[in-house]
């Protein structure tokens, strides 16, 4: 068997199967060559594509990067919150409604305060998407060192913002739900990522 | 590190290999002589390659312009691993077994 639907299995599994076992694809296809039935070639053909899958989702390095994707994802979705925002801040200063201020109007104090401290938060928004941005483009493609200074960055400006926000209200009830979002990503990331490269050292070290 | 026991498949392929160790073995061969599919035949053969316990080497083929085929014989080490292994399997009653 030298043509047809068997030979185009073999030859996705070749490009399924990790790198370091390409010579695993030469020995699948060759054996295409000594079947003359058309069904065993199949079967035969559709098992590789099996082993080759298998092959792919046991890949350390694949499943870093799946998961390193994941965090990755996560971390985008965070910025594009964070833009959206930024975009509801810069709206309202050019005169959108603000339900916030509305209900704000009763106290003429945190109102001041709260006007005053508007540009600030909106800038705050904008350079944490920004920020969270970079982290999930340099995550995905797997550059640490780049990673950690822009999640330091994106860090600071939370923390930052947070401080911003309690000067405006001195109550943790009164922070946004965005910012306990925050936190919990603050946390999670880097446990993730810790988790994540343990067990990548743990299998190379078990892999002869 | 604790070792994993080797599953039915594994037992099955090492079986067969220790019944005539000297000899080189192909893929497809394999597949037809324990009954074990493709999908689960390659997966093992590089885990026993990658253990150290298989070697493997590229034989030319009989029939005129195939590509060369990848033969497959367990190492001195793979031997005495398959001895162990099946013994073990029938002292705890599971040597029959199929490629299921």
Not at chain 1, 1 to 26: I, V
Not at chain 1, 46 to 72: N, Q
Not at chain 1, 74 to 95: E, N
Not at chain 1, 156 to 170: H, N, R
Request: with cysteine; charged share 20%.
């Amino acid at each position: 068997m030298t043509s047809g639907f068997p030979q185009l299995l073999c030859r996705l599994a070749r490009r399924l199967l990790p790198t370091a076992r390409q010579p695993w694809a030469d020995a699948m296809a060759a054996e295409l060559y000594q079947i003359d039935d058309d069904r065993d070639a199949l079967a035969f053909a559709g098992g590789c594509l099996l082993a080759a899958l298998r092959e792919r989702i046991a890949d350390v390095d694949t499943r870093f990067g799946a998961g390193l994707w994941s965090i990755a994802i996560v971390a985008a979705l965070c910025a594009v919150i964070q833009l959206v925002c930024a975009a509801r801040g810069v709206a309202v200063l050019f005169g959108a409604r603000d339900g916030m201020r509305a209900s704000l109007v009763a106290a003429p104090d945190l109102l001041a305060r709260y006007d005053a401290a508007r540009p600030l938060v909106v800038a705050c928004f904008l350079a944490l998407g920004l920020a969270q941005l970079a982290t999930a483009w340099f995550l995905s493609r797997d550059e640490m060192r780049r990673f950690v200074i822009a999640w330091a960055l994106a860090m600071t400006i939370a923390g930052f913002a947070v401080l911003v926000q309690l000067s405006i209200i001195w109550q943790l009830d009164g922070v946004p739900s965005e910012f306990h979002a925050l936190l919990i990503e603050a946390a999670a990331v880097p446990l993730l990522l810790g988790w994540y490269k343990r067990q990548q050292a743990l299998n190379r070290k078990a892999k002869p | 590190m604790r070792q994993r026991r080797p599953s039915p498949q594994t037992l099955l392929l090492l079986g067969a290999l220790l019944e005539r160790p000297n000899e080189w073995r192909h893929g497809y061969d394999l597949t037809q002589e324990t009954g074990i599919k493709t999908g689960t035949l390659y997966p093992v053969l590089m885990r026993l390659a990658d253990q150290g316990l298989l070697e493997s080497a590229w034989h030319e083929p009989a029939r005129p312009g195939a590509p060369a085929r990848h033969a497959y014989r367990l190492t001195s080490d793979g031997m005495a691993f398959a001895r162990d292994q099946i013994a073990a399997a029938i002292e705890r009653g599971t040597a029959g077994l199929s490629p299921a």
